[in-house]
């Protein structure tokens, strides 16, 4: 089992940043992949960012929604179990309520596990 929190919503105006940090706890050695997913009012959720863990002799990889790329980043801390979603240059469009979520995989089995949501609100 894997729990997550997140925290670092907020009312920004256009322009602004904010990050939005996840907290991981259980069994956060099984955790390959975390992200962000937002789901804005009468819209369907949307993949924002994920990054994967990599190997003993790689590095993480990352991937972005277009709409995103260059304003926002994500990142671990995996001492800390803690993913966080730098967000810059907001724009009124990406208010909506963000979930981080993260999936294990202890072959044969592979689980998902989402935090509560933090809301995000960009005033233009």
């Known amino acids: 089992q894997v729990q997550l929190v997140e925290s670092g919503g907020g009312l920004v105006q256009a322009g602004g940043s904010l990050r939005l940090s996840c907290a991981a706890s259980?069994?956060?050695?099984?955790?390959?992949?975390m992200g962000w997913y937002r789901q804005a009012p009468g819209k369907q959720r949307e993949l924002v960012a994920a990054?994967?863990?990599?190997?003993?002799?790689?590095?993480?990889?990352?991937q972005y929604v277009a709409s995103v790329k260059g304003r926002f980043t994500i990142s671990r801390d995996n001492a800390k179990n803690v993913m966080y979603l730098q967000m810059n240059s907001l724009k009124p469009e990406d208010t909506a309520v963000y979930y981080c979520?993260?999936?294990?995989?202890?072959?044969?089995?592979?689980?998902?596990?989402w935090g509560q949501g933090t809301q995000v609100t960009v005033s233009s």
């Open positions: 979520y993260a999936i294990t995989s202890v072959p044969p089995t592979t689980r998902q596990y």
């Open positions: 259980g069994s956060t050695s099984a955790i390959n992949t």
């Open positions: 990054i994967n863990s990599g190997g003993p002799s790689s590095e993480s990889t990352t």
